[in-house]
């Protein structure tokens, strides 16, 4: 591995050390209440899909409410970069009595599983913090034929958006990419078939009543508003997108 990516994951796992050791996020966090029905469907997709499946948690750090997952799943692995992460995660899966659960440092690029060992990959927040070609790659080699990879991430077209992670360097890492359109185009050249579900444009005036009756309402209307917005090019400037890849069964 080259100099400038022992460095980049260097970097990475300092940052998400400290963070899962104390959030460095708190001021950003009230805005997520703008698309929490995209990461609400987000859960509610990988839930399905899990059934009966081997999967892999794709940066186990991650908010994911995991024993709602691992219940039905046949095998649950996770890994992460760092180790603060791992043993958070294998901590609460004692307390849960998830038995078909195990958890290991790794990193995401260089996944030491055999070829086609999962079913479904899945995760949030991690992938816009990789090299997408290594990561596509190393994906489609451990996933079975017809298996999915699903991810929910943040876009980076949305000029507003970027201005304040411009003003905002301590809630991201100095090498993480909010994810271009020309980013899913790569992605062809690994998997058989993707999907692209948009969340997040409008919805953003519903924070200053967030987590009320009325805030929901509007969430709800805006979000209406976002679903028809995003059959146009406007997608593209959305803030967070749920990405399905699919390996083409042989």
Same mark, same amino acid.
């Given at each position: /591995?080259e100099?400038g990516?022992?460095?980049?994951?260097?970097?990475?796992?300092?940052?998400?050390?400290? @963070?899962?050791?104390?959030?460095?996020?708190g001021?950003q966090?009230?805005f997520y209440?703008?698309?929490?029905?995209?990461?609400q469907?987000?859960g509610s997709?990988?839930?399905?899909?899990?059934?009966?499946?081997?999967?892999?948690e794709y940066?186990?750090?991650a908010?994911?409410?995991?024993?709602?997952?691992?219940?039905?799943?046949r095998?649950?692995?996770?890994i992460?970069?760092?180790?603060?992460?791992?043993?958070?995660?294998a901590?609460?899966?004692?307390?849960?009595?998830l038995?078909n659960?195990?958890?290991?440092? /790794?990193?995401?690029e260089?996944?030491?599983?055999?070829d086609n060992?999962?079913d479904?990959?899945?995760?949030?927040?991690?992938?816009h913090h990789?090299?997408l070609a290594?990561?596509y790659?190393?994906l489609?080699?451990?996933?079975?034929?017809?298996?999915t990879?699903?991810?929910?991430?943040?876009?980076?077209?949305?000029?507003?958006?970027?201005?304040?992670?411009?003003?905002?360097?301590?809630?991201?890492t100095?090498?993480?990419?909010p994810?271009?359109?020309a980013?899913f /185009?790569?992605?062809e050249?690994?998997?058989?078939a993707w /999907?692209l579900?948009f969340c997040?444009?409008?919805?953003?005036?519903s924070?200053p009543?967030?987590?009320?009756?009325?805030?929901?309402?509007?969430?709800?209307?805006l979000?209406e508003l976002?679903a028809?917005?995003?059959k146009?090019?406007v @997608?593209?400037y959305a803030?967070h997108?749920?990405?399905?890849?699919?390996?083409?069964r042989k």
């Amino acid at each position: /591995m080259e100099n400038g990516s022992l460095q980049r994951l260097e970097n990475e796992r300092r940052f998400h050390d400290q @963070r899962f050791t104390d959030e460095t996020r708190g001021e950003q966090e009230s805005f997520y209440a703008a698309i929490k029905h995209g990461s609400q469907g987000f859960g509610s997709r990988v839930r399905r899909l899990a059934k009966n499946a081997d999967l892999l948690e794709y940066g186990c750090g991650a908010a994911m409410r995991r024993h709602l997952v691992a219940s039905s799943a046949r095998t649950l692995t996770g890994i992460d970069i760092t180790q603060v992460a791992v043993d958070s995660a294998a901590h609460t899966a004692r307390e849960q009595g998830l038995d078909n659960t195990c958890f290991m440092v /790794m990193t995401a690029e260089e996944l030491r599983f055999a070829d086609n060992s999962f079913d479904l990959i899945f995760g949030r927040g991690i992938i816009h913090h990789l090299d997408l070609a290594t990561c596509y790659r190393s994906l489609s080699r451990v996933l079975r034929p017809g298996g999915t990879a699903i991810f929910w991430e943040p876009l980076g077209h949305n000029v507003l958006l970027n201005f304040d992670r411009e003003h905002t360097p301590q809630a991201r890492t100095i090498d993480e990419h909010p994810l271009m359109r020309a980013d899913f /185009m790569l992605a062809e050249r690994h998997f058989g078939a993707w /999907m692209l579900t948009f969340c997040g444009r409008t919805t953003i005036l519903s924070v200053p009543v967030r987590d009320t009756s009325f805030g929901d309402r509007m969430l709800a209307l805006l979000g209406e508003l976002d679903a028809a917005l995003f059959k146009t090019p406007v @997608r593209w400037y959305a803030w967070h997108v749920m990405m399905e890849l699919q390996k083409a069964r042989k």
